[in-house]
């Protein structure tokens, strides 16, 4: 059974940085897509950051490219997402996800399979 647990959320103020963990169990980091979605109130979940162990590729969404950063440490099953720059329009929820054999691009904009239970991110102006 695949089980992602969250953890790193918490509030800060604009201009601050975060660091979000993923600890995933029960597959393969290669098998696998990895994202980071987030569910603002009010508004419906996107995809923020996925990655692609197996061939390294990466997707951002536009609202945050070149202010956070997707990793995975493929030995101790774990994926960040660094967010730096953060902005109050990034407050939400932050979900890890997990998707076994999809492209980054297709999984990240149309949703996993897998999910954890979420991390909350609060950024303060």
């Known amino acids: 059974e695949v089980q992602l647990v969250e953890s790193g959320g918490g509030l800060v103020q604009a201009g601050g940085s975060l660091r979000l963990s993923c600890a995933a169990s029960?597959?393969?980091?290669?098998?696998?897509?990895m994202g980071w979605f987030r569910q603002a109130p009010g508004k419906e979940r996107e995809g923020v950051s996925c990655?692609?162990?197996?061939?390294?590729?990466?997707y951002y969404s536009n609202s945050v490219k070149g202010r956070f950063t997707i990793s995975s440490d493929n030995a101790k099953n774990m994926v960040y997402l660094q967010m730096n720059n953060l902005k109050p329009e990034d407050t939400g929820v932050y979900y890890c996800?997990?998707?076994?054999?999809?492209?980054?691009?297709?999984?990240?904009?149309?949703?996993?399979?897998?999910w954890g239970k979420g991390t909350l991110v609060t950024v303060s102006s």
């Open positions: 029960g597959l393969s980091f290669g098998d696998y897509v």
């Open positions: 996800a997990a998707e076994r054999d999809s492209g980054v691009y297709y999984a990240c904009v149309h949703g996993m399979d897998h």
């Open positions: 990655s692609a162990s197996a061939d390294g590729s990466k």
